[in-house]
């Protein structure tokens, strides 16, 4: 993270041409306008573009990189209270030619929020079927790749479309009953009796909140100076009443295990990713799931955590690769024959 910092001020100074006082000022006064200038630059290096879908009145905002071709597109969904810029990291080590998108979930960031919205995992698999269905991404069968509440609603939109997609990958899903009960689990249920989120540390209201946020979520220490943590609270705090209730209802009976009811009828090649120092949720759900679908691969990443897509970038889309490579070489090859 610091060197992305360190970046940002070379480009500032030299390439974009700002003036280098105005940048720091904006820095110091402003730490969340360098986030999303953060964001913006990557885009723009990466060459993702950002578009906006439309089913009825309501809008999804993503990104694009690419066109549907003789590979699957690939879809990915992002995690609780994050938005489509979490995959940078990732498409940064995907090839060109794959046409890649990915969308900000109901109720984040540049997609619709309405309090008349569901935002079960069920009501967002929904929503999702239908961005899916409005930018014509189902033409052919996609790969799928979701990560913790995104993993859940992958792995039930796998479910309840089968025909939409020819491959999944699931990181460190949510909604599953795991055997291993660990802090994080406990506090959860906490906050589902009580009703009580004022004080979860999925929610930073603070810096510190903020950097023991990051602290739970990842197993590598990234070194994040204050302005930069500042940033990512000022960037949040708007969004943290919705941030709520939508844990609320994630905690809900109806979504708590959404994946785990769905599991058994995932019939596509699936692929599970997982750190095995994740704090938040725990990694022997990875047997669950290896164990409910047939022929499921399973790969266990040492010295990560949650934030597998970040800690891991290049890691990540190797394995993603790797497994859409060969599975829909198998698929083509049958075409053929």
């Known amino acids: 993270m610091d060197l992305d910092v360190i ?10 041409a700002i003036p280098i006082l105005a940048f720091i000022a904006s820095f ?3 730490p969340s306008a360098l986030i999303r200038f953060y964001y913006w630059y990557w885009r723009r290096a990466l060459g993702m573009q950002v578009r906006y879908a439309h089913h009825e009145d309501y ?3 993503y990104l694009y990189r690419g066109r549907p071709g003789s590979k699957p597109s690939l879809l990915f969904l992002h995690g609780f209270t994050a938005h489509k810029d979490t995959w940078l990291s990732v498409v940064k080590f995907l090839p060109k030619n794959l046409h890649l998108v990915c969308v900000d979930l109901p109720g984040h960031a540049g997609t619709t929020r309405s309090c008349l919205d569901d935002y079960s995992i069920n009501g967002q698999v929904k929503r999702i079927h239908q961005f899916v269905e409005s930018i014509k991404l189902n033409r052919k069968p996609f790969h799928l790749v979701g990560t913790s509440m995104g993993g859940s609603v992958a792995g039930v939109y796998a479910a309840q479309h089968p025909s ?3 491959g999944l990958s699931l990181i460190c899903p949510a909604g599953l009953k795991a055997p291993n009960n660990n802090e994080f689990v406990k506090q959860m249920q ?4 009580s009703e009580n989120v004022h004080r979860t540390p999925l929610i930073p209201s603070t810096p510190q909140e903020m950097e023991d946020m990051l ?3 990842s197993y590598v220490r990234f070194k994040v100076p204050q302005q930069i943590l500042q940033g990512l609270v000022d960037d949040r705090i708007p969004h943290n009443d919705f941030y709520r209730k939508l844990l609320l209802e994630l905690l809900h009976d109806k979504s708590c295990y959404a994946l785990q009811e769905k599991m058994d009828k995932i019939a596509v090649p699936t692929q599970i990713i997982w750190g095995k120092q994740d704090q938040v949720l725990d990694v022997s759900g990875a047997d669950i799931l290896a164990n409910a679908i047939p022929g499921c691969q399973v790969v266990i990443l040492d010295n990560c955590g949650h934030t597998v897509a970040v800690e891991r970038p ?3 889309a190797k394995l993603i690769l790797d497994f859409l490579v060969p599975t829909h070489s198998t698929e083509n090859n049958k075409k053929l024959l």
Do not use: E, V
């Not at 970046?7 to 390439?15: D, H, K, P």
């Not at 906490?190 to 009796?193: Q, S, T, V």
């Open 314 to 316: 290049r890691k990540t």
């Open 59 to 61: 809008q999804f905002c």
């Open 190 to 193: 906490d906050i589902k009796n």
């Open 28 to 30: 110091l006064l402003w």
């Open 215 to 217: 602290r739970l979520c």
């Open 7 to 16: 970046n940002i001020f070379m480009i500032a100074g030299s390439t974009l």
């Open 164 to 166: 939409d997609i020819c």
